[in-house]
Nanobody, 121 residues
Framework: QVQLVESGGGLVQPGGSLRLSCTASGVSLDSYDIGWFRQAPGKERERVACSSYGDDSTYYSDSVKDRFTISRDNGKNTGYLQMNNLKPEDTAVYYC??????????????WGQGTQVTVSS
């Protein structure tokens, strides 16, 4: 069973940066798609970035493209979301997810507990 633990959230000023981490246990992430999602109060969950292990592709939502970067370190069994030029509208709980079968092209079955990101001056 995949267990995912996010870290790296916090309070940052507009224009600042944060790097979120997603560490897996129980499986090797090098054979899993990794997705990053966020959910703000009163809004639906949004997928912001995805990394496909099969074809090494990455995908971004329009709202974060050119500001966020998804990556992974298979040696550390960890995925990352580098977030630059953060805006107040990026404020949300961020979740990482992993899936071996569908992932970026379908849905994710394993989820972390979430980490809060707050962008405010």
């Amino acid at each position: 069973q995949v267990q995912l633990v996010e870290s790296g959230g916090g309070l940052v000023q507009p224009g600042g940066s944060l790097r979120l981490s997603c560490t897996a246990s129980g499986v090797s992430l090098d054979s899993y798609d990794i997705g990053w999602f966020r959910q703000a109060p009163g809004k639906e969950r949004e997928r912001v970035a995805c990394s496909s292990y099969g074809d090494d592709s990455t995908y971004y939502s329009d709202s974060v493209k050119d500001r966020f970067t998804i990556s992974r370190d298979n040696g550390k069994n960890t995925g990352y979301l580098q977030m630059n030029n953060l805006k107040p509208e990026d404020t949300a709980v961020y979740y990482c997810a992993a899936d071996q079968i569908y992932g970026c092209y379908g849905h994710f079955n394993s989820w972390g507990q979430g980490t809060q990101v707050t962008v405010s001056s």
